[in-house]
């Protein structure tokens, strides 16, 4: 006789075995919990700490390192030689003179806080959001059963496609920011599209990130499938950030292979521009591109990036130097700061209206007056640079913000985007609007 009954097992043949309703019990617990994790992931939904992430490094993914880069490496650059290559039409004109706030996937799905965002919109001069659709970690911010690209969809933002019809409906123009060649995850899924190191492994910059590579389709063929499937949730624009060769970490040590002696970087990223747009012309979407604002000035920078402004402009509806005051080198990162458009800043950020008027006068001259070319809508500075030590930053707020904004208008541009990694701004630095709209429509 059994001295030790169970109610949980019982004893067949002579051994002791898990009662069956408990075990279709345990099955159904295993298939809930691997369930909940192929939905939210396997880890917390949290920025890792980025030192060169400026201030403070955010709580939230979807921050962007391109936007929080220091131009201390490119100090001393030589100029530009503008050529006399032209320029082909936009395929679309501007629907809306855009005048816009980045906005992360995280921050706009944070309880109510679109809300907050909708009311500057309808409250201000702003007119437009970039949302993140594929961030910097490599995650569509929204879930997709879209084939070739699933596996890397993530539960951001509850209901995108809603999200984008509710802006749109209240008159404000949505853009989708989608970043390109970084991008550690696709790069750990697929290693046969990722940049390559000379022993055959693949490569990582700095932060220790790996990145797609430039120079293979299978690499364009998923960024377009992404870009389609902003298309598909209703976005008015596609904007590509990290359109570019990586620019920090051991570079000499990356294998092209034989593409990369048949084409150079800046032929790669003008092509990969032009077979996005051919692609959203289709669908009658506009593209638009995040580039270095340096690269309007040093030939140098532009060539080992891969972003030539001058082939740039002809294969986008809109470029959009990222032309931070902080970014440029000040004099204790190089000793001697950076001269823009004949103009010595031994500390840039110190000057935002100064800079930013300066440094797109000398954007303006890579455009032909005579032909039609890409809109320049450059991104202006709404965080304090702290990190640059006593001296050589001072606090940004609203009068900083005006300032680079009304250097935009003094130089020939009209339009604009504002940028802060945990997109929180400085709302009295943009005009009001009366209750009968921004002018978006």
Not at 20 to 29: A, K, M, Q, R
Not at 40 to 55: K, L
Not at 144 to 155: H, K, L
């Amino acid at each position: 006789m059994d001295r030790h009954k169970s109610w949980f097992t019982v004893k067949r043949g002579g051994k002791r075995r898990i009662r069956p309703i408990f075990s279709v019990l345990l099955i159904l617990c295993y298939v809930v919990v691997s369930a909940w994790f192929l939905v939210n992931g396997f880890g917390e939904r949290r920025e890792p700490d980025d030192d060169s992430a400026g201030p403070a490094a955010s709580p939230f993914p979807g921050s962007a390192p391109d936007h929080f880069r220091s131009f201390d490496a490119y100090g001393g650059a030589n100029r530009a030689d503008v050529g006399d290559d032209s320029v082909v039409a936009r395929v679309f004109p501007p629907a809306v003179s855009v005048k816009g706030l980045y906005v992360s996937a995280w921050h706009i799905s944070a309880g109510d806080r679109v809300n907050h965002y909708i009311e500057i919109c309808e409250t201000t001069e702003v007119n437009s959001l970039v949302i993140d659709v594929k961030d910097d970690h490599g995650y569509i911010t929204f879930l997709t059963n879209t084939e070739g690209i699933a596996e890397a969809s993530r539960f951001v933002v509850p209901d995108m496609e809603g999200l984008v019809s509710n802006l749109k409906s209240r008159g404000i123009y949505t853009i989708a920011r989608i970043v390109c060649f970084k991008d550690p995850l696709w790069s750990n899924l697929h290693p046969e599209l990722a940049i390559r190191d000379r022993w055959g492994g693949s490569w990582q910059d700095r932060g220790g990130v790996r990145w797609l590579d430039p120079y293979k389709t299978g690499t364009w063929d998923y960024i377009a499938s992404v870009c389609m499937e902003a298309v598909r949730v209703g976005f008015d624009e596609i904007q590509l950030d990290y359109v570019r060769f990586p620019a920090d970490g051991r570079l000499g040590d990356i294998d092209y292979g034989t593409a990369g002696e048949e084409k150079s970087k800046t032929e790669i990223i003008s092509e990969f521009m032009a077979y996005i747009r051919e692609i959203l012309a289709v669908e009658g979407i506009r593209l638009s591109a995040d580039v270095f604002g340096i690269i309007a000035i040093s030939n140098v920078d532009s060539q080992n990036i891969g972003q030539d402004l001058s082939l740039l402009l002809s294969n986008a509806d809109s470029i959009c130097p990222m032309i931070y005051p902080s970014h440029f080198a000040n004099k204790r990162q190089n000793g001697t700061g950076q001269r823009i458009n004949g103009v010595l800043f031994e500390a840039p950020d110190l000057e935002p209206y100064e800079v930013v008027y300066n440094i797109l006068l000398a954007t303006g001259r890579h455009l032909d007056p005579d032909m039609d070319h890409a809109i320049i809508r450059p991104y202006l500075q709404d965080f304090t640079a702290s990190y640059l030590g006593e001296g050589y930053y001072i606090p940004y707020t609203a009068q900083q913000v005006r300032e680079q904004i009304q250097a935009v208008y003094d130089a020939g541009f009209v339009e604009w985007i504002i940028w802060n990694h945990i997109s929180e701004y400085s709302a009295d630095a943009f005009e009001a609007v009366s209750s009968q709209g921004n002018g978006t429509e």
